[in-house]
């Protein structure tokens, strides 16, 4: 299993930044690929930045240009800079851990981290 605690949500205006943090536990974080999903009132969860072992990214197209995930393996975290936010940002983010493992990865949760964009 693994620990995830996000950190870093709150309100902001329309057009604000906020970076969001992901700590993570675990000796092997570096093989991790880490995710950032959100969910909006009355919506499913939908996959907002991923970032794998190897440094790549890929975004949904609604935050390409505006968010900007990362990773520090010395510090086991993962972050999301959003910056230029809209109200349609508002949303419970969760960070995601995917753990390659011999008989298939498994994934962990995060508690999740309301983000608040006020118009």
């Known amino acids: 299993q693994v620990q995830l605690v996000e950190s870093g949500g709150g309100l902001v205006q329309c057009g604000g930044s906020l970076r969001l943090s992901c700590a993570a536990s675990?000796?092997?974080?570096?093989?991790?690929?880490m995710s950032w999903y959100r969910q909006a009132p009355g919506k499913e969860r939908e996959l907002v930045a991923d970032i794998s072992s190897g440094y790549g990214t890929n975004y949904t197209d609604s935050v390409k240009g505006r968010f900007t995930i990362s990773r520090e393996n010395a510090k086991n975290t993962v972050y999301l800079q959003m910056n230029s936010l809209k109200p349609e940002d508002t949303a419970v983010y969760y960070c995601?851990?995917?753990?390659?493992?011999?008989?298939?990865?498994?994934?962990?949760w995060g508690q999740g981290t309301q983000v608040t964009v006020s118009s």
């Open positions: 995601k851990a995917r753990i390659p493992r011999p008989w298939g990865p498994y994934d962990g």
């Open positions: 675990g000796s092997i974080f570096r093989f991790y690929a």
